[in-house]
């Protein structure tokens, strides 16, 4: 069988033989893996014609709304990926968090990008900037989609995942993708792209394939290209320095190999919960996706006094977790993914075994469950110990990327400190401690080398989602050895694939292009109040200039009797005059009540709930006897995709509120949310 590409519309084998990937339980050939013969410039001309202008079309609300049914559809079928995930050497566990994991960082952008970012082709970022006296001319930032395609290639060890989290980012930013998964395990990824595309969710176009070598496709890259690589610290430098990126400043994304620490706090001794937090976090780092993970622990530092102690309870978790095949009972750890990754991986130990001993596992004659140890993958789950962490490197720079880890000693908190910083720049570290002073220190002793650190303590443990997960909404990536890049991150990850760019102008000029209400602009005041009006009917900028209202004592007295408020600043006349306001002042909140009952029409209409307010600041205070006046615009409008249990569609408006006095000066500013009906549903 031939493993095939998704190329320009069609899926194509290679014209040649090209290599051959086996089962890594049994070593049974699954197919051959070539893409030999592919256009990788048409491709490229493919996914920027046909898939970005269609992704640049529609909005980044329905691009996510795209990816929650992608994200769907893929859930229904993960049977068919876990019977496949099985071949790679992974057990149900590690497929779960490949396959699960992997849709449900989808799920988790697709939320991520309709709650934080506006439901247009392109984003809005950050504050309006004034850059003139008279604030005529402004600046502000706006994000869109690059018109290039993204060049993902991808590690072996999460085919499902490795893809599903670098696409959703890429197509909600509006950017084609051409995923290139590592070949040993490319079978797992092109079924689930054969999914996808068969599900026809996705437009053609934005997602194309590549089983096999990318060719020369780096010759044909260009300054709106971006590509990201997860996988060797030595392919990604050689990739990262190829002529064509560097004269293109191409954006380069490198996740490499990193030899993370998880440190056990100087109080955790045996017989504390943090001791068998820091020995089940160590031992499950090993064990899942049989240590072939990018996040798992390869360093274990351990106060000096307690190494013996970790050692054993170490073993003894380990030997209860059997290695095999995944589809038997009882199997707790599967293979690695293939028979060159073992030698790889006994290669590294051999290294490490230079300065450290072997205290566990090691040997190459090891109990293999249901399995054939000499034509699967297997290997036997490692301890190694260094005495002298300071003294050699090795544990700091080889990384056995299977399931072995190497305990070292600290003497006190300095040495912990140091020895998490030899690592020269991890994806993850962690610390495990209840007190809370020296997880301070530890975090910003460390941080600075790494991209995610985890601080576990019973109290987080049983919610904890573990030293080794990413998260979509956190940052994936570390500095110098891990890469130097950022994967996830929450909405950081989709602006990586969008080019920020300044614009400066006029309010009105802002507005326009922002759509968004820029203060300064000139206010469309009609003849019907805002409120009357449904969303689609509102206009950015519609404004209503209410009528006049003087403050009195009693409405200070009458609003502290409400909300039982009785603050000197309203009520106390002495203390009132050496305060900052020199007088006694209404309430910051009767102010914005008071401005609520100037501008609300008070008859039922298509505004149906205020369900926010945002921005809120008090400019001047409001003394006895002032006169205020409240603007309100249409600041912003994010269309909403109506759900299946609500009975009418709606849209929510963002509205720009500005109280001012008698003499003109500003009082209060702040935005409030309102859901308002939408007439076009
Ligand atoms: P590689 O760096 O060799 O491969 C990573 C990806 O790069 C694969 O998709 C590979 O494709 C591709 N690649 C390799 N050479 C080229 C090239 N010249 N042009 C374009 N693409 C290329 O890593 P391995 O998968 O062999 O793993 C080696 C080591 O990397 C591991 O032992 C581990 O130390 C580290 N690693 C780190 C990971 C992480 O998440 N940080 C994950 C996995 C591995 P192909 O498979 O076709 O060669």
């Known amino acids: 069988m031939k493993i095939e590409s998704y190329a320009c519309g069609a899926w194509v084998a290679g014209v040649d033989e090209g290599v051959e990937v086996r089962n890594a339980i049994n070593g049974e050939s699954i197919g051959w893996v070539s893409s030999m013969g592919l256009d990788f410039a048409d491709m490229l001309q493919h996914g920027r014609r046909k898939g970005g202008s269609a992704l640049r079309q529609m909005t980044i609300h329905e691009r996510a709304n795209m990816l929650k049914a992608l994200a769907k559809h893929l859930l229904e079928k993960k049977e068919i990926f876990y019977a496949i995930s099985a071949k790679t050497g992974a057990t149900r566990a590690d497929g779960r968090v490949d396959i699960e994991g992997g849709i449900g960082t989808v799920f988790a952008y697709s939320g991520i990008a309709r709650r934080e970012l506006p439901n247009e082709t392109f984003a809005v970022e950050g504050n309006i900037e004034r850059l003139s006296a008279r604030g005529s001319f ?22 499902c995942w490795g893809m599903l989290e670098k696409i959703a980012p890429s197509l909600i930013a509006g950017v084609p993708v051409i995923v290139k998964p590592a070949t040993v395990s490319c079978y797992l990824t092109e079924a689930m792209v054969r999914e996808i595309i068969a599900s026809g969710i996705l437009p053609e176009g934005s997602l194309q394939l590549i089983c096999g070598r990318t060719g020369d496709m780096f010759e044909h890259l260009n300054e709106q290209d971006s590509v990201t690589f997860t996988g060797s610290a030595s392919t990604g430098r050689m990739l990262k320095s190829h002529p064509g990126i560097i004269a293109n400043s191409i954006s380069f994304n490198m996740e490499a190999d990193s030899l993370n620490c998880s440190i056990l706090g100087a109080g955790a001794g045996p017989g504390t919960a943090e001791f068998d937090l820091f020995v089940k976090g160590v031992a499950q780092e090993v064990t899942v996706k049989a240590g072939q993970k990018c996040t798992a622990i390869r360093r274990a530092i351990v106060p000096q006094e307690h190494v013996a102690a970790v050692i054993d309870a170490l073993k003894e978790r380990l030997d209860k977790a059997p290695v095999g095949d995944p589809c038997v ?13 073992v030698e790889d991986v006994w290669e590294a130990v051999h290294q490490l075994a230079d300065g450290s001993e072997i205290v566990h596992g090691g040997k190459r004659e090891f109990e293999v469950v249901g399995a054939d140890c000499d034509k699967g993958a297997f290997f036997p789950s490692t301890l190694l110990y260094c005495d002298k962490p300071f003294a050699t490197d090795t544990p700091h720079s080889v990384e056995a990327f299977g399931p072995v880890s190497t305990i070292m000693p600290y003497a006190n908190e300095d040495e912990a400190i140091e020895l998490a910083r030899m690592g020269r720049g991890s994806l993850v570290g962690s610390v495990v401690t209840a007190d809370n002073e020296e997880a301070t220190r530890m975090v910003l002793g460390m941080a600075a080398w790494h991209g995610r650190i985890l601080v576990l303590n019973s109290d987080c443990a049983r919610e904890s989602t573990g030293h080794g997960s990413p998260l979509a909404p956190l940052v994936h990536g570390g500095p110098g050895r891990a890469g130097g890049g950022e994967e996830l991150g929450g909405s950081r990850a989709i602006k990586h694939y969008m080019q920020r760019t300044a614009i400066q102008g006029s309010p009105d000029t802002l507005t326009a292009i922002t759509r968004q209400f820029t ?29 006049r209202r003087t403050v009195t004592e009693a409405d200070i007295v009458n609003f502290g009797c409400i909300s039982g408020d009785h603050f000197y600043a309203h009520f106390d006349e002495i203390a009132a005059r050496d305060s900052l306001f020199g007088k006694r002042v209404a309430h910051g909140y009767f102010v914005i009540s008071a401005a609520a009952g100037m501008f609300v029409d008070p008859a039922p209409g298509p505004v149906l709930a205020n369900y926010g307010l945002e921005n809120l600041r008090f400019v001047e205070p409001v003394g006895i006897g002032d006169t205020i006046q409240v603007r309100l615009t249409v600041k912003e409008k994010i269309w909403k995709a109506r759900r299946p249990d609500e009975d009418r569609a709606t849209g929510v408006v963002v509205w720009d509120v500005e109280v001012k006095n008698q003499n003109d000066e500003t009082v209060a500013v702040y935005d409030i949310l309102t859901l308002v009906e939408r007439s076009d549903d």
Do not use: C
């Not at 009972?329 to 990754?341: F, N």
């Not at 300064?520 to 969303?535: D, E, L, N, S, Y």
């Open 138 to 159: 402004l600046g502000r930032h706006i994000l869109t989609p690059k018109h290039g395609i993204s060049l993902h290639i991808n590690a072996f060890n999460f085919p």
């Open 329 to 341: 009972e009882g199997v707790k750890m599967g293979s690695l993914v293939g028979l060159d990754q």
């Open 519 to 547: 203060t300064g602009a000139t206010p469309k005041i009609g003849p019907v109040h805002p409120f009357r009006k449904t969303f689609d009917e509102l206009e950015i900028g519609e404004t209503l200039i209410s009528h």
